[in-house]
């Protein structure tokens, strides 16, 4: 489960190879956060430098600093013509396949394609992304690129194949409430529809999140362990094991994509039905 | 579970009464879709018109043609010094303490307070709302008023405690890839950081959420059943059982918010843990 097999892609985009050093790769880092002295941007420069200390290239995409807009309209989709009846979907999938996607977007994509490994640095706001961050994912993630047709690959495979991805949260309550039985629910369960719902669809191999608790008036003795375990999780971006999503290939899904029975330990519920299990 | 108790609060909105006639109740649809001919445009359409024609009085946020804002950043809170650092929870806090919110933000607040329910009608964009309604939670549920410190009532009590709120949600895919087994999660589970981390956590009852599946290129005759399966949610906005979730006060939880051992049902995993188990 820790190797990654090099996928061919038509894209022509750069593949991991299996056994190849941890270094020399591409990393990029989208944060979202309005405060350039804020603890995530504090997160995101270390993490750059820590890359590019091993000899990773590093791109960040600054959100706020780059005034991401962040909602889906026609602008998106550069000669729509404004008396149409806007159909996101069909008009995503026509600009994209036509390359008149709005140059943000399209820039976000060729980074995303550049990529070996994606970071995704944000305050857990709401239990999910800030929407500027949301913005993002709604607009780069287009009809042909993010998603697809019935037989566009996906959950496992998909246009970013390959590649490596993690979340890298601030959150304001303590662990204890987002364990196991915690009342806001397991941290894994509240980014299930980001790291399974977005990340593994797409095709990336999703890393365990990395989180720092309490994150609301950090001491300095509290933000130098966090840099320190963080300073850990990047060492190992490209060798960790990562979260054993169940690929829709092989077999564990129906053609209406349910689970087939009896593919799971008994006694599994809810999103846990999607990993796969223990040997 | 069905009836709603009144709940004292300091800011004197309207309290829902047992037993009181379901007309002439205040409703607030808040819709977010670029395409004012969208399925999403027709449905909280029709949700306002029929409401309406029950007696209701309704308001609309349609953030699209609002121009609604999204990212939280300093303009929100007014007389923030641009020089100081942007603590967003403290900042935050401030301005809702004193008074100080911008004009959109103060606005929704109002509505909020003014509702009996509260409807969110959206496309579901990558399991989650799109970022212009993320906008809308992320600005709008500020310290002191969607959260605050820890002695701040949460999960089932709140700023919007005896309210009713419902998810309208239209989504691309076919129900079954969205049901117990279903490869996205189990539609509850996809919305419970909306649900359960947003709406019960504020106070606020929530219904069963209603789905129009299978929803790019809807045809005619679908489109009227999925009208017609709307009127009867909307019909029973106010007398429909909510989904019973576990309330924070009532000894479910222990001091660091973990559901205490033996409260489940053996075997029940994830997200339903935090429902209260059928006698």
Avoid: C
């Amino acid at each position: 489960m820790n190797s990654i097999e090099p996928t061919p892609r038509a894209t022509g985009a750069p593949r991991l190879q299996e056994g190849a050093p941890a270094s020399g790769r591409n990393v990029l880092i989208v944060t979202a956060h309005p405060e350039p002295r804020s603890l995530n941007a504090s997160l995101a420069g270390f993490a750059a430098a820590e890359l590019r200390a091993a000899g990773h290239e590093v791109r960040v995409s600054d959100l706020y600093a780059m005034k991401w807009k962040a909602g889906v309209d026609a602008d998106d989709f550069s000669g729509h013509d404004p008396a149409e009846r806007l159909d996101v979907v069909a008009a995503s999938g026509r600009a994209t396949r036509e390359g008149r996607l709005a140059a943000d977007i399209a820039a976000e994509q060729e980074k995303l394609l550049w990529a070996d490994a994606v970071i995704l640095q944000f305050p857990l706001w709401w239990f999910s992304v800030p929407a500027v961050l949301k913005g993002w994912i709604d607009r780069v993630f287009t009809h042909g690129f993010g998603y697809g047709d019935k037989d566009m690959p996906r959950y496992g495979d998909g246009t970013l194949a390959g590649r490596r991805a993690m979340l890298s949260v601030t959150v304001g309550a303590r662990e204890d409430a987002f364990s196991d039985r915690g009342i806001h629910g397991a941290l894994n369960d509240v980014l299930f529809p980001l790291q399974h719902g977005l990340l593994y669809y797409t095709g990336m191999e999703v890393l365990q999140p990395f989180a720092v608790w309490h994150a609301i008036g950090l001491g300095d003795e509290e933000y130098r362990a966090a840099r320190q375990a963080y300073r850990e999780r990047l060492r190992t971006l490209f060798t960790a094991p990562p979260i054993p999503f169940r690929p829709l290939r092989g077999g564990d899904y129906t053609r209406s994509l349910r689970l087939r029975p009896g593919r799971e330990e008994p006694g599994t519920g809810g999103f846990a039905l999607h990993l796969r299990p223990a040997r």
